[in-house]
């Protein structure tokens, strides 16, 4: 009874969203959108798509994400933003996060990206126009893959912060106790596959299209360059979404090496209590800025 309760409550929200979606103007983004990914089906092998296109997506979107936050350190005006004010970026840090960016992303991720070609192949995933899903379903896909890598993270995370392993894998992750968008893959190689994992899980239950992955992809790295960019902006538009962690909750993290353990939402956290010091530094920190206001 509550399964087809359940079934009658999504089938009503999916009517909901294709009328509303029916209602919207026509995406003047969308003609030269198919044009290119026709182009891009006609021109490469499916291989050279998963793999290279896959790279390029990552690489190109990490580096571009990453570069408001790196320009912020040149603008006076966007000091008063950041968190932790008296930790600024050094060149010697950020270059030497660089250089184990690259180790990280060619060494290990290349090659589980390789793999996603044979993903796709054995699954059946489609890569043509016509199947490509709708822009809601995509978003509610990728919000499916994100709870479930927040869900993965959490538990992983602060199992890496036990501390019979944490100088062995984490702590490489911790280096820079003020963190900078940049540093959001800084790691050790076997952290990169531990809580990389939780990336593929909602891939392998979810993916019905290999757009899926490039979605997926950019969301996830919005939201880890967010958290890790070191600045607190008001008019942030993800702090807009519901129990969205953000920035001043991940920078806690790294600036006490304790709580605040998931990665994307808060509610692991306070249903476990790793929280609670982040709650009371909130509030005083809060009661510190109407003083001096």
């Keep these: 009874m509550a399964t087809n309760e359940s079934i009658g409550i999504f089938s009503s929200a999916s009517l909901a969203v294709e009328y509303v979606d029916s209602l919207l103007p026509e995406n003047p983004l969308q003609e030269p959108f198919k044009n290119a990914w026709n ?9 050279q798509i ?38 600024p970026e050094t060149w010697e840090n950020q270059w030497k996060c660089f250089k184990v960016l690259l180790f990280n992303h060619f060494c290990i991720q290349l090659p589980l990206i390789c793999g996603t070609y044979y993903f796709t192949e054995y699954f059946n995933i489609p890569y043509d126009w016509e199947r490509m899903p709708r822009w ?31 100088k ?15 540093e959001a893959e800084y790691a050790h190689p076997l952290e990169t596959l531990i809580l990389g994992t939780g990336f593929f899980i909602g891939i392998m239950l979810l993916c019905d299209h290999v757009i899926l992955l490039w979605a997926w992809v950019t969301i996830r790295l919005i939201e880890t360059i967010d958290v890790h ?12 979404i519901p129990f969205y962690a953000g920035s001043r909750h991940h920078d806690f993290h790294h600036m006490n090496f304790i709580g605040n353990y998931a990665s994307t939402f808060t509610w692991w956290d306070r249903i476990f209590g790793t929280d609670s010091q982040f709650t009371a530094y909130n509030e005083k920190m809060k009661k510190i800025e109407k003083k001096t206001e």
């Design 168 to 182: 062995y894998i984490h702590k490489v992750h911790h280096e820079f106790q003020a963190p900078f968008g940049m």
């Design 50 to 87: 998963a793999t290279w296109g896959s790279l390029i997506v990552h690489e190109v979107l990490y580096f571009l994400f990453c570069l408001p936050g790196f320009l912020f350190q040149f603008i006076p005006y966007m000091k008063k933003f950041k968190i932790q004010k008296d930790k």
């Design 229 to 240: 960019s070191g600045y607190d902006i008001p008019l942030n538009p993800l702090n807009l």
């Design 136 to 166: 809601y379903l995509l978003l509610a896909r990728c919000f499916g893959c994100a709870v479930i890598e927040d869900t993965w993270h959490y538990f992983l995370h602060r199992l890496l912060h036990h501390k019979r392993i944490y």
């Design 39 to 47: 182009y891009m089906l006609n021109n490469y092998t499916k291989f």
